[in-house]
């Protein structure tokens, strides 16, 4: 059951569907470890939508060859449409997401967004890609979650699926707390150790050792930062340019 910021039951279970023509491809690793056991205890559903179900001929046909010519097949505007007519009038009307890197890069506060939403509903194309008039008829959200091309959506979808689910109420215990993990703040995490506290000649860092919170807490801010600016200069722009508003306003 989700709860909300006062952690009260809001009676509403988080909902993933995926539009599939490959259906036995979930839950794959979401059946699995915490995700897996919130699944089995309901803190959050599973359903997929069998694309190839809507199709109107013998053959039960989901593409055809792209107008205009190229290469490969194209997913029909007429199946998917019946598809996603079918799954929002069973779930009410979920967001609706297509997975394609054509589309947005995923971040972390879109998957806030929707992790405190109802649920998602997840179009995977396979082939070439989707008839562009079915999503804009339905209004759909192109997400991609990487620069880089999968066989399909199916995958960016379960990855989707495990970025939302990870923060349900409950799903994670107090490992989701979240504060400190990478893109909170803006900043990719600082590096992490555990015992032994020495291994193969390498030793973990002293003010680690030193029981001195604020130390910690600053070593730790300046790994981050330095992490940040080596590996991520699009996000490194975007925390100083939000620091330097911010010391604007002071
Ligand atoms: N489908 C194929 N490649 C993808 C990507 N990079 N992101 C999202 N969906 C995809």
Redesign the pocket.
């Known amino acids: 059951m989700r709860t909300d910021s006062k952690n009260k039951p809001t009676g509403q279970t988080w909902q993933a569907v995926a539009l599939t023509l490959f259906p036995e491809m979930f839950p794959g690793s979401l059946g699995q470890s915490l995700a897996g056991q919130a699944l089995q205890k309901a803190k959050w559903a599973l359903q997929t939508v069998d694309i190839r179900g809507f199709a109107q001929d013998k053959h039960r046909t989901v593409d055809d060859s792209p107008c205009g010519g190229g290469a490969g097949m194209v997913m029909r505007a007429d199946v998917l449409d019946l598809a996603i007519q079918d799954t929002q009038h069973s779930t009410g009307g979920l967001p609706l997401v297509y ?3 054509r ?1 947005r890069p995923l971040t972390q506060s879109r998957v806030k967004e929707l992790a405190e939403g109802p649920g998602v509903a997840v179009l995977c ?1 396979r082939y070439e890609g989707v008839d562009q008039r079915v999503l804009e008829a339905h209004n759909v959200e192109e ?11 199916e995958v ?1 979808a379960l990855v989707l699926f495990d970025a939302c689910v990870r923060l349900l109420p409950g799903v994670m215990g107090s490992n989701a707390s979240g504060d400190e993990e990478s893109f909170e703040g803006g900043l990719l995490e600082y590096p992490l150790y555990t015992r032994p506290v020495e291994w193969q000649g390498r030793t973990v860092p002293d003010v680690l050792r030193s029981g001195h919170h604020g130390n910690i807490r600053a070593w730790r801010r300046e790994q981050a930062e330095a992490i940040t600016r080596e590996r991520r200069p699009d996000l490194w722009k975007a925390y100083e340019d939000k620091r330097a508003a911010k010391n604007d306003k002071n």
């Open positions: 997975m394609t890197p589309g194309g997400i991609s979650i990487g620069d880089y091309v999968l066989s399909g959506g960016a």
